[in-house]
C-alpha cells in the first residue's frame, strides 16, 4: 500500500524559509518521479516542482522558481522541497506525489499524501 506522509509545514513570515519532506513507504521510491503539488482555498490544485527517479532533472512552476528546490533522498525514500523566499501567494495546503513512472509529466501523478499546511503571514 503505497503511503506518502508529509510534515514540515507551518507559519512562516513574509522572506522566511521551510522545509517540507515526504516520507514514502510502499513502493519502490527510487525508480518513481516525485513532485510537490498545492492548493490554496478556493483555488484548483496546481503543480509545484517534480523530479524524476535518479534526481538528475528538476521541474518548477513558474511561480516557484529560484525559491524553492525539489529534492530527494532514494535511500531514505524521502522527497523535501526546501521554500525559501516565502510570500503570502505561497500559502496553500502541499501534498507530496508519486508518478505511474520514472520520467516527470505533470498529468501522471496517481498517489497523494494527505498534504500539510503552509501559511505565510506577517
Known amino acids: 500500500q503505497v503511503q506518502l506522509v508529509e510534515s514540515g509545514g507551518g507559519l512562516a513570515q513574509p522572506g522566511g524559509s521551510l522545509r517540507l519532506s515526504c516520507v514514502c513507504s510502499?513502493?519502490?521510491?527510487?525508480?518513481?518521479?516525485m513532485g510537490w503539488f498545492r492548493q490554496a482555498p478556493g483555488k484548483e490544485r496546481e503543480f509545484v516542482a517534480g523530479?524524476?527517479?535518479?534526481?538528475?532533472?528538476?521541474y518548477y512552476s513558474d511561480s516557484v522558481k529560484g525559491r524553492f528546490t525539489i529534492s530527494r533522498d532514494n535511500a531514505e525514500s524521502t522527497l523535501y522541497l526546501q521554500m525559501d523566499s516565502l510570500k503570502p501567494e505561497d500559502t496553500a495546503l502541499y501534498f507530496c506525489?508519486?508518478?505511474?513512472?520514472?520520467?516527470?509529466?505533470?498529468?501522471?501523478?496517481?498517489?497523494w499524501g494527505q498534504g500539510t499546511q503552509v501559511t505565510v503571514s506577517s
Open positions: 506525489a508519486k508518478a505511474r513512472r520514472g520520467a516527470v509529466r505533470i498529468d501522471d501523478f496517481n498517489d
Open positions: 523530479i524524476p527517479w535518479s534526481g538528475d532533472n528538476r
Open positions: 510502499g513502493f519502490s521510491f527510487n525508480i518513481y518521479a
